[in-house]
């Protein structure tokens, strides 16, 4: 009997309903186009490359002054009540607002679409309008957003972090133009906060991971990292990490503390380590294609709503942050030693750390060294402020 935190069980249902979609919008691989092309017909007249379609222009109502009746999809990697999904709500709550409630915005949450990779490859497929994609996710294919993935290479403050996300050159111009190249159009870079380890052994020094199985998302330079403390190391969609946890087919995983409490992962889990080695950043992002097709109007409400919108999820995730590190400690059903890190340790992992940022610039194929440099650079300069 497969064990599922009560919550997830909708959502592990739902997951199936991908493939219906990704048919539906043409995209995939010529295998997945062929098997499916008999549903096409149906799927459609739910899709949203309708919804796109009826958003272009063509027919489209005049409403609220300038702008044209639209219904635009947001997804999201999480649940509701979680960052990433109060994030979509909140966006799509201002856009109806400013609109005059000419463009809706139907906030989705994961699962409802496939997995986090099938997210990012619908909305590349212009399959939604609007997500919420991690750099963990698309680390394949844009080998420079696994830059968000080097520890010890982002400041510990979140507020410095969130000011660098904002206002970073280099990840707003230079990243951004490798989003674009593979139809990702990055309104705004933010923090979810920082991230904790959790395993049973209690993580403490980096021998501690030897022997481990850590998951990490779909980036190879995730794996490159855990291996260089010597763990093991497994990619897997959140959705199917509770019950590896709960089953021990996997021993570790890094995520913000509102997640870790959300999820219940910290139920399966014995400790909890605070290492300060990284932030979870996440992107919201539209289909490049359709952004380029928008009146100019609609192009600066999304920019200018995304830029609105960094205050408030900074605010957000600090909250939920908070209030899950809290839930945890309360949590006596199912204790977690949180154990934090002091300085001589940092300066352990630190350590360890450091040749895989060389590793990253140097070897990394298609990793952009100019783009390294030049974020590192930005960074001290805003540590040195
Ligand atoms: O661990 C993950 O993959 C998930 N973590 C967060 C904080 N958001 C979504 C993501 O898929």
Known sequence: ???????????????????????????????????????TGSEEESGS?????????DGGEEASGDFEEQEWRFISEELQGEVQ????AEFGKRIEEKTGGAITVEP????????EVDQAQLLQQGGVELAVVSPGFVGGQIPDAQIFSLHYFFPTDQELVQEILTNSEAINTDLAAKYEEQNFKPLAFWTEGQMAWTSNVGIESPSDWEGLNMRVQESPLMRQTYDAYGATVQSLSWGELYTALDRETVDAQENPIFFIESAGFHEVQDTMTIPKHNNYVAMTAVNNDWFNSLDDNVKELLQETAAEMQDWVFEEQARQNDAGLQAIKDDTENP????????DQIAEFREAAEPVHEYYRNEIDGVDADLFDKLKAEIEEYENQ
Not at 21 to 29: M, Q, S, Y
Not at 85 to 88: L, P, V
Not at 336 to 343: F, K
Request: net charge negative; hydrophobic share 35%.
């Open 1 to 39: 009997m497969i064990i599922f935190n009560k919550k997830y069980l909708l959502m592990l249902v739902s997951i199936f309903a991908l493939s219906l979609v990704l048919v539906a919008c043409g995209g995939g691989d010529d295998s997945e186009g062929d098997s499916g092309s008999e549903d």
């Open 49 to 57: 490359e309708e919804e796109s379609d009826s958003g272009s222009g």
């Open 85 to 88: 999904y109060e994030y979509t």
């Open 108 to 115: 989705l949450e994961y699962g409802s679409l496939g997995s």
């Open 336 to 343: 977690t030693e949180v154990i934090e890190l002091n300085e």
